[in-house]
């Protein structure tokens, strides 16, 4: 169904001084919504009549309705999973923007594991290494603040390829990060980073990404404001023949990939030749843009799989203008991510650079184990876990691996703690933060197979969240919210809201006669959304 909620012959417009509100069938009178009881002058809608025969796809919407992720269901970020410097500049940031912590520490994961890049791998069992890549994505509609706070999760990155390039510019090298100046402020150790140069692009094409990854063996990130756009610049120039797709799903994996580049026979540049790619992913994406992701020809190739999804509730814009960063977290951060930025790669016996590799301490190895066999892999063989999402569950154990690794380098870097092997305590927050995305990929996967319905509810629902908590019939067509030209389309989809229990529909009564007035009142859990972490 396209458009808004069709009521069939219905007039196009609100007769003046009235509304005509819900469907006839939508009337029908029960003990909490007797029409006859006029003494309080407001009385909830409480029978629950047959949907309307006006109301366009309800056999659709009802497969949705079991599914439904409540507010309770939605975990907020648990930012303890990081060392305190980080937390309060995730903090400081979120409150100085009026947006959720998950803006800020969500694609801090792929900055650090950025820092950490090829340096580092760890052991999961042998010839099992897993390394600090991550493909991240915060779905949230424009205006929610998504792209400032992606500067600020890269507020590090961005200071620190500032100093290489003025360093690469001056013919320069700062080998004291103690050492600041105006050109490079607080300085980079680029002796021990190599061949550094860049640490992160925004052009996802990957003729551009394989130059830079050889320049750059250690690892880069690609920061996108809109992920959409990462999406469709695969195979842009090829009628989607081309192997662009594939490339990004041997980057998430850290394959080797041989990159043929164009030419004419006589004139084709040599092939690029990636041993273990580390190339970190994230941004931001509206929801209506998440079905950019899929296969354009329906295929599942995983690609979507692959990548780690934040969708958290809204939060109210407010205006603080005394909430800010301080010099002092950023400080924080910034030490942390110069730390990780630090750890050097090691010579294999062909003397190539490769990953030193990290292994699990006794304890740590046990906890990681019984987590994947007795909650993971039984979560998703006991029928628990939806076909929709067991290609996504399947790309978790990985994940946890790597959450390990990130969590455990940064905790090492703030000076949290100072063994090299993993510890059990990165261990349980590397399974927090499992749990965090497995709640939220809940909410993506539903939206990617909601029908046109499902979201003209949440936009009504949105809508009436901004207003207070209630709206009119009236409001609704006024406004033409959700699509809704005249008061019966207004009055199926306050039916269709009260069904999937988002509220109540209330029947105000003039005290001195003339017509009802049907307003639709949320529920408390739908008016106040959690969204802050512990």
């Given at each position: 169904?396209?458009?808004?909620?069709?009521?069939?012959n219905?007039?196009?417009?609100?007769p003046?001084?009235?509304?005509?509100?819900?469907?006839?069938?939508?009337?029908?009178?029960?003990?909490?919504?007797?029409?006859?009881?006029?003494?309080?002058?407001q009385?909830?809608y409480?029978?629950?009549?047959?949907?309307?025969?006006?109301?366009?796809?309800?056999?659709?919407a009802?497969?949705?309705?079991d599914?439904?992720?409540?507010n309770?269901?939605?975990?907020?970020f648990?930012?303890?999973?990081?060392?305190?410097?980080?937390?309060r500049?995730?903090?400081?940031?979120?409150?100085?923007?009026?947006?959720?912590?998950?803006?800020?520490?969500?694609?801090?994961?792929?900055?650090?594991?950025?820092?950490?890049?090829?340096?580092?791998?760890?052991?999961?069992?042998?010839n099992?290494?897993e390394?600090?890549?991550?493909?991240?994505?915060?779905?949230a509609?424009s205006?929610?603040?998504?792209?400032p706070?992606?500067?600020?999760?890269?507020?590090p990155?961005?200071?620190?390829?500032?100093?290489?390039?003025s360093?690469?510019?001056?013919d320069?090298?700062?080998?004291?990060p103690?050492e600041?100046?105006?050109d490079?402020?607080?300085?980079?150790?680029?002796a021990?980073?190599?061949?550094?140069?860049?640490?992160?692009?925004t052009?996802a094409?990957v003729?551009?990404?394989?130059?830079?990854?050889?320049?750059?063996?250690?690892?880069?990130?690609?920061?996108?404001d809109?992920?959409?756009?990462?999406?469709?610049?695969?195979?842009?120039?090829?009628?989607?023949?081309?192997?662009?797709?594939?490339?990004?799903?041997?980057?998430?994996?850290?394959?080797?990939?041989?990159?043929?580049?164009?030419?004419?026979?006589?004139?084709?540049?040599?092939?690029?030749?990636l041993?273990?790619?580390?190339?970190?992913?994230a941004?931001?994406?509206?929801?209506?843009?998440?079905s950019?992701?899929?296969?354009?020809?329906?295929?599942?190739?995983g690609?979507?799989?692959?990548?780690?999804?934040?969708?958290?509730?809204?939060m109210?814009?407010?205006?603080?203008?005394?909430?800010?960063?301080?010099?002092?977290?950023?400080?924080?951060?910034?030490?942390?991510?110069?730390?990780?930025?630090?750890?050097e790669?090691?010579?294999?016996?062909?003397?190539?650079?490769?990953?030193?590799?990290?292994?699990?301490?006794?304890?740590?190895?046990?906890?990681?184990?019984?987590?994947?066999?007795?909650?993971?892999?039984?979560?998703?063989?006991?029928?628990?876990?939806?076909?929709?999402?067991?290609?996504?569950?399947?790309?978790?154990?990985?994940?946890?691996?790597?959450?390990?690794?990130?969590?455990?380098?940064?905790?090492?870097?703030?000076?949290?703690?100072?063994?090299?092997?993993?510890?059990?305590?990165?261990?349980?927050?590397?399974?927090?933060?499992?749990?965090?995305?497995?709640?939220?990929?809940?909410?993506?996967?539903?939206?990617?197979?909601?029908?046109?319905?499902?979201?003209?509810?949440?936009?009504?629902?949105?809508?009436?969240?901004?207003?207070?908590?209630?709206?009119t019939?009236?409001?609704?067509?006024?406004?033409?919210?959700?699509?809704c030209?005249?008061?019966?389309?207004?009055?199926?989809?306050?039916?269709e809201?009260?069904?999937?229990?988002?509220?109540?529909?209330?029947?105000?009564?003039?005290?001195?006669g003339?017509?009802?007035?049907?307003?639709?009142?949320?529920?408390?859990?739908d008016?106040h959304?959690?969204?802050?972490?512990?």
């Amino acid at each position: 169904m396209s458009g808004p909620i069709d009521s069939g012959n219905a007039e196009d417009r609100t007769p003046e001084g009235s509304e005509i509100g819900l469907p006839a069938e939508a009337l029908s009178t029960g003990e909490a919504g007797n029409r006859s009881d006029r003494e309080s002058g407001q009385k909830p809608y409480g029978a629950v009549p047959a949907a309307p025969t006006t109301l366009g796809s309800t056999s659709e919407a009802a497969q949705h309705r079991d599914v439904k992720l409540s507010n309770s269901e939605l975990e907020p970020f648990p930012i303890s999973i990081y060392p305190n410097p980080l937390q309060r500049y995730i903090r400081e940031a979120a409150e100085s923007m009026s947006c959720p912590t998950d803006f800020i520490a969500v694609p801090m994961l792929a900055v650090l594991g950025t820092a950490i890049g090829n340096s580092c791998a760890l052991e999961v069992k042998k010839n099992w290494n897993e390394g600090p890549r991550i493909y991240c994505a915060v779905v949230a509609r424009s205006g929610t603040a998504k792209s400032p706070a992606l500067d600020h999760a890269m507020k590090p990155m961005s200071r620190r390829q500032e100093a290489l390039m003025s360093a690469a510019v001056h013919d320069t090298k700062i080998d004291d990060p103690s050492e600041t100046s105006g050109d490079n402020p607080n300085g980079v150790d680029a002796a021990r980073m190599g061949s550094v140069s860049q640490i992160f692009t925004t052009d996802a094409t990957v003729e551009a990404l394989a130059v830079l990854l050889e320049e750059n063996p250690r690892g880069v990130a690609m920061m996108r404001d809109e992920l959409a756009g990462w999406v469709r610049s695969m195979n842009q120039y090829r009628d989607g023949k081309g192997s662009d797709r594939q490339h990004w799903l041997s980057f998430w994996s850290g394959s080797d990939v041989v990159i043929n580049r164009k030419g004419t026979p006589k004139e084709r540049p040599k092939p690029v030749i990636l041993s273990r790619p580390l190339v970190n992913v994230a941004g931001g994406l509206p929801p209506d843009m998440l079905s950019e992701l899929s296969d354009e020809r329906g295929r599942e190739d995983g690609f979507i799989q692959r990548i780690v999804f934040s969708f958290p509730d809204e939060m109210a814009l407010k205006w603080k203008p005394e909430a800010f960063v301080t010099d002092e977290a950023l400080e924080g951060y910034q030490s942390i991510f110069d730390n990780l930025l630090r750890l050097e790669q090691e010579n294999n016996e062909f003397g190539h650079r490769t990953s030193h590799l990290i292994r699990f301490a006794q304890e740590a190895k046990e906890k990681f184990d019984a987590w994947v066999e007795r909650q993971h892999y039984h979560e998703m063989n006991d029928g628990s876990v939806p076909e929709r999402l067991r290609g996504a569950w399947s790309k978790l154990t990985a994940y946890c691996a790597r959450f390990c690794l990130i969590l455990h380098l940064s905790r090492g870097a703030s000076g949290e703690t100072s063994g090299e092997t993993v510890d059990a305590e990165s261990v349980e927050r590397a399974i927090k933060l499992v749990g965090y995305f497995k709640s939220h990929a809940r909410k993506v996967y539903e939206r990617l197979s909601s029908t046109e319905e499902d979201r003209q509810v949440e936009e009504a629902v949105r809508w009436i969240r901004g207003r207070g908590g209630s709206a009119t019939v009236r409001e609704f067509v006024t406004y033409k919210i959700a699509g809704c030209k005249n008061a019966e389309n207004a009055g199926v989809l306050f039916k269709e809201m009260y069904d999937r229990g988002h509220g109540t529909i209330e029947i105000e009564s003039p005290k001195h006669g003339g017509r009802e007035t049907r307003r639709f009142r949320l529920n408390s859990s739908d008016l106040h959304p959690a969204t802050e972490g512990t």
